[in-house]
């Protein structure tokens, strides 16, 4: 007797840390798991596999395409070229004082993912030896939109009082309901998230995803009544990336009216948070310290895979430069873990805990590969060319050169005020190559035809006093 009450202790405590629906998604998409282990993570994959439930040849589709743009990608080792910055918008939707975080949280948050996209985070220095050959810097900038869509002077950051206290749900069913469970995560559990990116079904609704990176924050917790009230943290976050944009090869009628952008808990976004996690999600507030979840999900925004492929050893990320690992190394940190062979280099190299990509503890993450790097970099000029701006091109708009049509077919018009008279102009591919050398007349104008394939461009304007940049797309 003691012991079947024993038991039915230990098995009742079991679920009650789980919750009913974090095991269940580990049975049913990740074999490389057990629904044992299952705890909060990243739901981008997840979102993925969803995807292709709604609209089979989906993820075939999106492989395809990032296999596609990784073997494109420059094979130089050369810098990666002019800083890259992005205006934010932040939707912080709360239905209570403590998930409408301060600003001073939102100012921190993106401070710790400037640094990271910067390779200027302090613990950048800890990355192993074996890895110093291949860990890159994105250079991307992002800032906190200044102009909203219509114009008008913003913060940056949208605050909105929703009437949604749980993002994942109200799970109107109990544990021994599995079937029904199964139901509702397929039928449900995404479009609950959905919402907080449409603002007729208690959300905030995208800028303009060409324009700004969208970013929303709050209680991605699921409620289930039937199991004593349990609040489920079943992600951590979770991304859409560009897959399903229009301008993105693969397919977008998922009928999920989930936003562009990165979604984060709360809770997990900081440094500096002053919301803990509640038990039995305590061990969290040492894994999150550093808001380096914001950092992973902004990643897959930029079509990054999690370092592992979500499966085994066979499973790759599409990366050259990251090794193989046979699963996520599930917040452990283990510098001894090697999973899989490899050849990087020549080496079989260790798990790299290091990654962003990983699920590490945020005190042990602190790098992108080169190759990651230059993805990312690879899918804003793809997807996202009017989303960006390039080194001092802000300071140009207020100078007075223009370069004008954008996007154009090949001919263009370059026009300068007079302190440009004469000045170079130089035209360069994505991969830093020299396509065109070209002068600015005495009367600072220059009609052109640009020669090279269709992609973006990058061309310089070079006057005895200073340099600008602009970005051209060929179409
Ligand atoms: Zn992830």
Same mark, same amino acid.
């Given at each position: 007797m003691k012991k079947t009450l024993l038991f039915l202790l230990v098995a009742s405590f079991g679920l009650q840390a789980q919750g009913l629906i974090n095991g269940l998604l580990h049975q049913n998409h990740d074999s490389s798991d057990s629904a044992a282990s299952a705890q909060p993570q990243c739901g981008s994959h997840f979102l993925m596999l969803e995807q292709d439930r709604r609209s089979p040849g989906y993820k075939a589709a999106a492989d395809k395409a990032l296999q596609e743009a990784v073997e494109k990608l /420059?094979?130089?080792?050369?810098?990666?070229g002019a800083t890259l910055t992005i205006p934010v918008v932040f939707h912080i939707v709360y239905n209570d004082s403590t998930e409408n975080l301060p600003d001073s949280v939102i100012f921190n948050q993106l401070q710790s993912l400037n640094d990271n996209y910067a390779r200027r985070?302090? $613990?950048? =220095? +800890?990355?192993r030896a074996p890895f110093r050959p291949y860990v890159g810097n994105p250079n991307i900038q992002f800032e906190l939109a200044t102009v909203d869509p219509d114009g008008n002077p913003t913060t940056g950051i949208v605050r909105k009082s929703t /009437? !949604?206290?749980?993002? =994942?749900g109200i799970l109107p069913y109990a544990q021994n309901q599995t079937a029904q469970i199964q139901q509702w995560v397929e039928d449900s559990l995404f479009y609950n998230f959905s919402r907080i990116s449409v603002d007729s079904l208690g959300g905030s609704s995208p800028w303009d995803i060409d324009r700004y990176l969208n970013i929303w924050i709050g209680d991605l917790r699921i409620f289930e009544p039937q199991l004593n009230n349990f609040e489920e943290l079943v992600f951590l976050g979770l991304a859409r990336p560009p897959i399903g944009h229009p301008n993105f090869v693969g397919t977008g009628t998922d009928s999920l009216p989930l936003g562009i952008g990165a979604l984060v808990h709360y809770v997990a976004i900081g440094p500096n948070n002053p919301v803990s996690y509640p038990p039995p999600y305590g061990g969290f507030n040492n894994i999150t310290t550093e808001g380096d979840i914001l950092t992973h999900e902004v990643g897959h925004f930029l079509a990054l895979r999690h370092i592992w492929g979500d =499966? =085994?050893?066979?499973? $790759? $990320?599409?990366?050259?430069?990251t090794p193989l690992s046979n699963n996520s190394n599930q917040f452990t940190c283990n510098t001894n873990r090697n999973s899989c062979l490899d050849s990087i280099g020549g080496a079989n190299l260790p798990? &790299? !805990? %290091? +990654?962003? &990509? $990983?699920?590490?503890t945020d005190a042990c993450m602190n790098s992108f590969t080169r190759e990651q790097s230059q993805l990312m970099r690879s899918t804003l000029f793809t997807y996202f060319p009017n989303l960006f701006t390039i080194g #001092? %091109? #802000?300071s140009q708009l207020a100078s007075s050169l223009s370069l004008y049509p954008n996007p154009s077919t090949g001919q263009l018009n370059l026009q300068a005020g007079p302190q440009f008279a004469g000045a170079q102009v130089q035209v360069y591919s994505i991969a830093g190559q020299l396509v065109q050398s070209l002068n600015l007349g005495a009367d600072a104008q220059l009609d052109f035809q640009l020669e090279g394939p269709q992609g973006l461009y990058i061309i310089t304007v070079q006057s005895a006093s200073e340099q600008q940049s602009f970005k051209v797309l060929k179409q």
């Open positions: /420059p094979q130089s080792n050369k810098s990666l985070n302090a $613990d950048s =220095g +800890n990355v /009437p !949604i206290t749980h993002f =994942g =499966g =085994g050893c066979t499973v $790759d $990320d599409y990366i050259s430069d798990d &790299m !805990i %290091e +990654n962003f &990509m $990983d699920y590490s #001092e %091109e #802000e």
